[in-house]
């Protein structure tokens, strides 16, 4: 570990709501923070009911609803800097941070068995595109996510508790999240990044069993985009679910 080091972005980082949009993109994003993006907050049940804001309206048991909204509205609302939709960002921020478990865990769930990483992937995407927009909470939302990242390595070290479903399970029975490991470690290298030498070693083991544990999980995607192996026809879904169409485009 003494000698890791990631290699850099081709590209600097652009921090949200550095570059403002301008024509047909700003008119483009205007329409979304003007209609149903925008709103979503306010009526969406699996927005605005959703256990992640003490609701209870999920739609299946990966409680991702609420997560992937919030990484759509922090950029929205930082491009545009639009207050209304800043308000909603900082809200559901607020909420999850000072609910935050004693332990570091994110998120509604209360049980071993209903505790998976996945919707976390999202959600730390958008802690993380907060933290560059609101330089004021930078520290705050790193702290959040690394007394996270912390959980979230003891618990994969525990047989990949959380990721891998073992009998009893009931987070990600068709193993999206195993399939999109990567989702994680792009916030984890983002953290990586922003923290105190001593915090790294924690972040650099978990990005790696993250890996492994997808291996493990037969979701490797090395093995899947190469001759003999990627698909050159048609063909119906298989199962289990590894060929659907998100996890493709992101693998």
Same mark, same amino acid.
């Given at each position: 570990?003494?000698?890791?080091k990631l290699?850099s972005?081709? #590209? ?6 550095a !570059? ?6 700003k008119d =483009?994003?205007?329409l979304a923070?003007?209609?149903l ?6 009526f ?6 959703s ?6 309206? %999920?739609y299946?048991e990966? /409680?991702e609803a609420?997560?992937?909204?919030? /990484?759509g !509205?922090?950029?929205?609302?930082y491009?545009?800097?639009? %207050?209304?939709?800043?308000a ?5 921020l ?7 478990a004693? *332990?570091?865990?994110?998120?509604p %769930? ?7 990483l996945?919707a ?5 995407l958008?802690?993380a +595109?907060h933290?560059? +927009?609101?330089p004021?909470r ?5 702290n959040s ?9 003891i618990m994969?070290?525990?047989d990949?508790?959380? #990721? ?5 399970d009931?987070? *990600? ?10 989702e994680?470690s792009?916030?984890? =290298? ?6 105190a030498e ?6 650099? *083991?978990?990005m ?5 544990g997808?291996? !493990?999980?037969?979701?490797d ?15 119906i879904?298989?199962?289990? /679910?590894?060929q ?5 485009a992101?693998?």
């Amino acid at each position: 570990m003494a000698s890791a080091k990631l290699v850099s972005f081709k #590209y600097g980082e652009i921090p949200v709501g550095a !570059i403002k949009p301008r024509g047909w993109v700003k008119d =483009q994003l205007r329409l979304a923070a003007d209609g149903l993006a925008g709103h979503m907050f306010e009526f969406y049940r699996y927005v605005k009911n959703s256990s992640w804001l003490g609701g209870s309206e %999920e739609y299946s048991e990966l /409680n991702e609803a609420a997560p992937y909204w919030y /990484n759509g !509205i922090v950029p929205l609302a930082y491009t545009l800097n639009d %207050e209304r939709l800043k308000a909603q960002a900082s809200q559901f921020l607020d909420y999850v941070i000072t609910h935050q478990a004693d *332990d570091g865990w994110l998120g509604p %769930e209360t049980t071993k068995e209903t505790r998976g990483l996945w919707a976390r992937c999202l959600l730390l995407l958008g802690m993380a +595109a907060h933290a560059q +927009a609101e330089p004021g909470r930078r520290d705050e939302i790193i702290n959040s996510m690394l007394r996270f990242t912390r959980l979230a390595h003891i618990m994969i070290q525990n047989d990949y508790q959380g #990721y891998l479903s073992h009998e009893g399970d009931r987070f *990600d029975p068709l193993k999206f999240g195993l399939a999109r490991a990567h989702e994680l470690s792009t916030t984890l =290298q983002w953290l990586y990044e922003n923290v105190a030498e001593e915090n790294r070693s924690v972040i650099w *083991d978990t990005m790696d069993l993250m890996w492994t544990g997808a291996e !493990i999980g037969g979701r490797d995607w090395s093995k899947f985009f190469v001759p003999g192996a990627f698909p050159t026809s048609a063909s119906i879904k298989p199962q289990p /679910n590894f060929q659907h169409g998100i996890n493709v485009a992101q693998g």
